[in-house]
């Protein structure tokens, strides 16, 4: 059975792991997204392949079961922003890429909002507690935020990033304020 507080891996390595193009891909990613570690996209990769087996599953299954599991997975997809379809099918769901889901965590949303410099700058705020979603402080920087929660992204009112005049402050959360 193993160890309770041993968890079993949320993720799939590569079939074969010294592909050039496909590391060269990763690199481009994660300088794109300032994410640490291939381990991070290979996470993601798994989340994404999950949805696309389940819609695969499902557009072969006409029943009543079938036809509700997919409202389910419109459901989930609209709630993180990542399907924004009305009328999504489940061939739009086939068609997700990586950067779909990449773009809907925590770290490129403080980032793309100004709330950081840099990718990397907006890993380190999140890691080290500056950062707050719904007044909550969230350190885990792959969190995936839902679209009603994306409003709500700010510092944590009791950081030192909460002060208008601290040096790593952008001049566009400056002018907001």
């Known amino acids: 059975m193993g160890d309770p507080r041993r968890l079993s891996k949320t993720y799939d390595t590569p079939n074969h792991p010294w592909i050039g193009e496909r590391i060269k891909q990763e690199r481009e990613l994660s300088n794109k997204y300032g994410l640490s570690n291939k381990k991070e996209i ?8 999950t949805f696309r087996r389940q819609a695969r599953k499902l557009i072969s299954d006409t029943s009543a079961q079938g036809e509700k599991e997919a409202v ?9 922003g990542i399907l924004l379809k009305e009328d999504a099918t489940l061939d739009d769901v086939l068609s997700l890429n990586l950067e779909s889901i990449l773009e809907r965590r925590l770290q490129t949303l403080v980032f793309r909002k100004g709330l950081a410099n840099t990718p990397k700058q907006a890993r380190q705020f999140i890691v080290h507690g500056h950062i707050a979603v719904n007044g909550k402080k969230i350190n885990a920087p792959s969190y995936l935020v839902p679209l009603v929660e994306e409003d709500a992204i700010s510092y944590m009112p009791n950081s030192p990033m909460a002060s208008e005049s601290h040096p ?6 400056k002018d907001a304020e």
């Open 42 to 49: 290979w996470k993601m990769e798994t989340r994404l392949r």
């Open 72 to 80: 389910q997975l419109f459901g989930i997809l609209n709630r993180y």
């Open 168 to 173: 790593e402050r952008t001049d566009s959360v």
